[in-house]
């Protein structure tokens, strides 16, 4: 059995982000989604926020669990039993940053594989950072984001 740890921020979880869980999913036997536990004040969401809507978001899918964690990644993935790191590129930019991150944990932990999934195309513009500036100026990022998310950002911001 293949475990395939997905880690990330996820602040908030995005269409973009299912899809790379959802095809992780259909490659490895079992999928850890890692929300990396971010200080209060550096993010939008809480960690129990975000680990919530990243469950409920993959609820249909028996082969994924959602768990919080803190520290290094490469240490987590051990702690799951993973061999396998799986990461989401959308562009050259996220290539370069991602290559030197797999070449440090690869240095750290050599028993893990980095695995790459290409964004798909109609995420390739969508990203944490982007979903959050636009919702907090207005912005109805409901094709964007699973609809509790969307409606948990209406609500950070005062939409709804």
Request: aromatic share 10%.
């Amino acid at each position: 059995m293949v475990t395939a740890v997905y880690p990330g921020r996820f602040d908030p979880v995005t269409n973009g982000h299912l899809d790379i869980t959802r095809r992780a999913a259909s490659l490895f036997d079992r999928v850890v989604v890692a929300v990396y536990d971010l200080p209060p004040h550096s993010s939008l969401f809480s960690t129990e926020e975000r680990v919530a809507f990243f469950r409920e978001a993959v609820r249909d899918m028996e082969n994924v669990v959602v768990k919080p964690f803190a520290g290094l990644t490469v240490d987590f993935a051990r702690r799951e039993g993973a061999k396998v790191l799986v990461r989401g590129i959308r562009a050259v930019t996220d290539f370069e940053a991602e290559f030197d991150m797999a070449l440090m944990n690869k240095r750290m932990a050599p028993e893990l594989e980095s695995v790459f999934l290409m964004a798909s195309l109609e995420h390739l513009f969508v990203s944490g950072h982007r979903i959050r500036e636009v919702a907090s100026l207005g912005y109805d990022v409901s094709g964007l984001v699973p609809p509790h998310v969307a409606e948990a950002l209406r609500r950070k911001f005062g939409g709804g």
